[in-house]
């Protein structure tokens, strides 16, 4: 699972020469990395946490097992690895990164190398829509550079003065650039609507071609157009979407594990849990919440 092949545990490794500038939404979150960051109360318009702009090298390295809220990762400068996808991805400058909650995610810096990126924490809230849709992508090509520009300008006023106009126009860069990332299909409804279909219908026997089909478009070009904007195969997007869907029911749900692998596509319980396993860093029966709590059907 991890680069070294070693089990992940919670880590929260800074190394040195560590450089940080964040904000965050109020002073509710005591961890020490964010002690000190100013205060802005308008990103909660945004469902935002904290967000941040940092420098980092080796042996810099974050694991969360079971994050809660959304995590948006974009590099401009150096080199990372972000664990997305049931491995292990290069993040280099020009790469944008989507870490979803309830799922095991984790990045570090690569030795001999400084990495630079701009991150943003966003709360999950029940009675809204999640920020980011099916067709969102987890790793795809995004510059970071007028987003960290935006972030930094978020700082400056968050530190002096907090002009209100100034910190409602950087916030709403933030999102802005955050969101073009997140609707890569934006100028075409076709494909976003493909998405959302299988989103719906998980169970349904999903292929290229019928992928395709939906998007009026050929089995080939599909493929190119969902490596360019989400970095992965077609069939390779069912099966997140999949995954995704599956730690939503075993986090919120009671249901048994068999019964969850048939929503989300897999007759067959051992295949879904191996899947399940590898893109999740959970085996289904251990995912956070599932241990000491009485299944049902």
């Not at 500038?21 to 990395?33: E, L, M, P, T, Y």
């Not at 030795?111 to 829509?129: N, T």
Request: one cysteine or more.
């Amino acid at each position: 699972m991890t680069s070294t092949a070693k089990p992940l545990t919670e880590t929260h490794t800074i190394g040195p020469g560590n450089k940080l500038w964040a904000v965050r939404v109020n002073d509710a979150d005591k961890r020490r990395f964010l002690a000190s960051s100013p205060i802005c109360p308008a990103l909660s318009r945004y469902r935002i946490a904290h967000l941040g702009v940092q420098d980092a090298a080796h042996p810099y390295r974050i694991v969360r097992m079971n994050q809660s809220g959304t995590f948006f990762l974009a590099c401009f400068g150096g080199e990372g690895r972000v664990l997305a996808d049931g491995r292990w991805q290069r993040v280099p400058a020009g790469t944008g990164c989507l870490l979803l909650p309830h799922m095991l995610n984790a990045f570090h810096a690569v030795e001999g190398h400084r990495w630079q990126f701009c991150w943003i924490r966003f709360q999950e809230s029940a009675p809204h829509q999640p920020f980011f849709s099916a067709s969102s992508p987890r790793v795809a090509r995004f510059d970071a550079r007028p987003l960290r520009e935006a972030i930094l300008g978020l700082h400056y006023e968050s530190i002096g003065g907090a002009s209100p106009e100034a910190v409602h126009h950087w916030i709403e860069l933030v999102h802005d650039y955050v969101e073009r990332f997140a609707r890569p299909w934006q100028t075409d409804e076709r494909l976003s609507q493909v998405w959302e279909e299988v989103a719906a219908h998980l169970p349904d026997a999903w292929t290229v071609e019928r992928l395709a089909t939906l998007a009026h478009v050929s089995a080939e070009h599909l493929r190119r157009l969902c490596q360019r904007h989400l970095g992965r195969s077609p069939m390779h997007q069912v099966t997140f979407l999949r995954m995704k869907r599956a730690a939503q029911l075993l986090a919120e749900t009671n249901f048994k594990i068999e019964h969850i692998a048939a929503e989300v596509g897999y007759q067959n319980p051992f295949v879904f849990s191996t899947a399940f396993k590898k893109w999740t860093g959970w085996r289904p029966s251990d995912y956070p919440g599932r241990r000491g709590r009485k299944s049902g059907a």
